[in-house]
């Protein structure tokens, strides 16, 4: 059983900063891809940023030059510091790991629980 577990969510003000991160534990053998995506209310969920372990970065553009994810791949985290927020950055913010759990296994797909963040005066 693979688990993500988030936080950092939160209310903050048009220009300020935040920061997520979100700890993956359990029987995971190798991991993929980690990110950040986001929903928000009547909109489908979207790509906010990923990390994939052959060393490639996605960023939405919507974010490009506000936010940056990082990793720790010892401890299987990632993180996603949000500067310069919007009020359109309001989400529930999800964060996504792509990973196998055994040598010879297929990569499976896991969710975290979200969490919001809230921009607004």
């Known amino acids: 059983q693979v688990q993500l577990v988030e936080s950092g969510g939160g209310l903050v003000q048009p220009g300020g900063s935040l920061g997520l991160s979100c700890a993956a534990s359990?029987?995971?053998?190798?991991?993929?891809?980690m990110g950040w995506y986001r929903q928000a209310p009547g909109k489908e969920r979207e790509l906010v940023a990923s990390f994939s372990s052959a060393g490639s970065t996605n960023v939405a553009e919507s974010a490009k030059g506000r936010f940056t994810i990082s990793t720790d791949n010892a401890k299987n985290t990632v993180y996603l510091q949000m500067n310069n927020l919007k009020p359109e950055d309001t989400a529930v913010y999800y964060c996504?790991?792509?990973?196998?759990?055994?040598?010879?296994?297929?990569?499976?797909?896991?969710w975290g629980q979200g969490t919001q963040v809230t921009v607004s005066s």
């Open positions: 359990g029987r995971i053998f190798s991991v993929n891809v």
């Open positions: 996504y790991l792509r990973a196998a759990t055994s040598r010879v296994g297929r990569w499976y797909d896991y």
